[in-house]
């Protein structure tokens, strides 16, 4: 068990501290673009708000050239609505509108901020679909680390509460280090876990199997994607056949996986405006603190959709860009057990669901799961300085069928972890067995 919790370690330790640093800016997000941008996200213009076409007028005036491809309206009445551009040079880039003289306050770009590089760092270390990969299989062998790191800590025979429920700060040198390890990772455990579980549905391929899956099964994404656009009649071509994760980048995780409604258009039919659209979403009911996504090409659709701090209140729209009529109208009751779970998880695992109390709640677990990678790495290092190799086994503790039943189950659940942790016991065996002084340290003999 010690070697499977050291090879975990040495594997994900790097990756669980830029988990760790990364998740913790994010989590506040909202209140660092407040205080870095507080002109361009507040407007102290009193009145109604313009309507969205006017709002991205706006910014296209500032910005003549680019093309809009969507708008997040104010979520509060003294906040700005953020247009999505598109140059006809270089890289993409939004921009703050006032929502009531329509005017842009300032534009970024999103991947340049501290926000958007902590985004991209915790969810793909900045390496596309391979830092994806990464990070998905650092997260499988993080749970693998709290599993057998829990046992190792198990008490055997302890006589009082002191390195088990809070670290003894009279020792030194590597009893302190261990008592710093083993108590942070009782408390942060369970939260650890939680982080880890309910983020590994964003990864690419875990994630959007497991989104499959729940579709097929009918506990995913709404019943009226199956057939694209419920009563609307519509059926894609294969060549016109995307999900919504391709369409709509951003669609709450729900939709990623969900069969995307297309456009058809009639004979000499041309596409309505923006205005148009947003009027069709205002008259169903949507009318502010929503995301507006214009279509992609000649097939999609314009999509409306709600992301509250609570999933309860998401609701998506799609509105054929010829016809101007509602294709998908559905909301979070119509969601699946799995999707309406997993939502709930995402939103508590951001730090949305219970304000701030729930921003420190993930900011505890997350600077324990730092703890944790730095204190593990410095406590073998002075074990190894020490001349120790591997702790003895437990006296009447060895690992039965169960808990190889139990790795071979998680193996298949998470195939990454599953080829990887085959890979590294290979290399255990033909390998760290055959060298003399990895066998004696490790305890292979």
């Known amino acids: 068990m010690f070697r499977l919790h050291f090879y975990a370690g040495i594997i994900i330790a790097p990756f669980l501290l830029i988990l760790a640093v990364t998740g913790s800016i994010y989590l506040f997000n909202t209140e660092i673009e407040d205080a870095v941008h507080r002109d361009w996200r507040f407007t102290s213009a009193s009145g109604p708000h313009l309507t969205p076409d006017k709002m991205i007028e706006g910014a296209l005036a500032a910005h003549p050239g680019a093309t809009a491809t969507r708008i997040d309206l104010p979520t509060e009445p003294n906040r ?61 062998w993080a749970i693998l680390l709290i599993g057998t790191g829990l046992y190792l800590w ?46 590994l549905p964003w990864s690419t391929q875990w994630g959007a199997n497991l989104n499959k899956v729940m579709g097929a ?42 069969p995307a409604p297309v456009s058809h258009a009639g004979h000499g039919m041309a596409p309505i405006d923006v205005g148009a659209a947003a009027r069709t979403f205002a008259q169903a009911g949507m009318t502010t603190a929503y995301r507006l996504v214009y279509p992609r090409n000649e097939h999609d659709v314009f999509t409306g959709y709600t992301y509250p701090d609570q999933p309860e209140g998401q609701r998506t729209i ?84 169960g808990v190889y039943a139990a790795l071979a189950a998680f193996g298949v659940v998470f195939p990454l972890l599953g080829m990887t942790l085959v890979f590294v016991l290979a290399v255990e065996r033909l390998v760290l067995s055959r060298l003399k002084p990895t066998r004696d340290w490790l305890g292979l003999a």
């Open 318 to 401: 799609h509105i054929d860009q010829y016809t101007g009529q509602i294709v998908n109208d559905v909301s979070f009751g119509n969601y699946g057990t799995g999707a309406k779970a997993v939502e709930l998880g995402v939103a508590i695992h951001m730090g949305n669901y219970f304000g701030f109390a729930n921003q420190l709640l993930m900011l505890g677990a997350s600077l324990g799961g730092a703890l944790l990678a730095i204190t593990g790495p410095v406590m073998w290092l002075k074990r190894r300085r020490s001349g120790l190799g591997a702790p003895p086994p437990f006296k009447g503790r060895k690992a039965g069928w």
């Open 154 to 199: 198990w008490p055997r025979g302890a006589t009082g509460l002191g390195g088990l429920l809070y670290p003894r700060l009279d020792l030194r040198g590597r009893a302190l280090w261990r008592d710093l390890h083993g108590v942070a990772g009782l408390w942060t455990s369970v939260f650890l876990l939680f982080l880890l579980l309910t983020g």
């Open 80 to 140: 700005t609505a953020v247009v999505f551009l598109t140059p006809k040079e270089g890289q993409d880039f939004r921009v703050y509108v006032d929502p009531v003289a329509g005017e842009a306050k300032g534009s970024f770009v999103y991947e340049d901020t501290l926000i958007g590089w902590s985004d991209r760092m915790h969810g793909a270390l900045m390496m596309g679909d391979f830092g994806d990969g990464i990070v998905e299989l650092a997260s499988c």
């Open 217 to 258: 099964v009918g506990v995913g994404y709404p019943a009226a994607y199956r057939t694209h656009v419920g009563g609307h009649g519509a059926t894609p071509s294969p060549e016109t056949a995307q999900v919504l994760a391709e369409t709509n980048k951003g669609v709450p995780w729900t939709f990623e996986q969900a």
